[in-house]
């Protein structure tokens, strides 16, 4: 009988929620980000707002443009 074993790397990014905890996102599952609007109703520092594959969100500290660059450093360090 021959088993098979197979490894999925999965490669998190480390952001920030607003209340300074740790929050790690895998970026595969992330569709869209966007700021959030003056009638949003998020934690005061929510900078970021992430929407997953899930039909869930998160809000983090760091900008968009930060969480942007962190989607594209991640994404160029991934293995194919």
């Known amino acids: ?12 990014i480390q952001l920030t929620g607003p209340d ?12 869209s980000i ?3 609007r003056s009638t949003d109703h998020f ?5 970021c707002i992430l929407f997953t594959s899930d039909s869930k969100y998160s809000v983090v500290q760091e900008t968009c443009e930060a969480v ?10 991934a293995p194919p």
Do not use: Y
């Open 68 to 77: 942007d660059e962190a989607l594209k450093a991640n994404h160029n360090g």
């Open 34 to 36: 966007r700021e959030p």
């Open 43 to 47: 934690a005061p520092g929510t900078k």
């Open 20 to 31: 300074g905890q740790r929050i790690e996102i895998n970026p595969e599952e992330i569709v």
């Open 1 to 12: 009988m021959i088993k098979a074993v197979v490894f999925v790397a999965v490669h998190f």
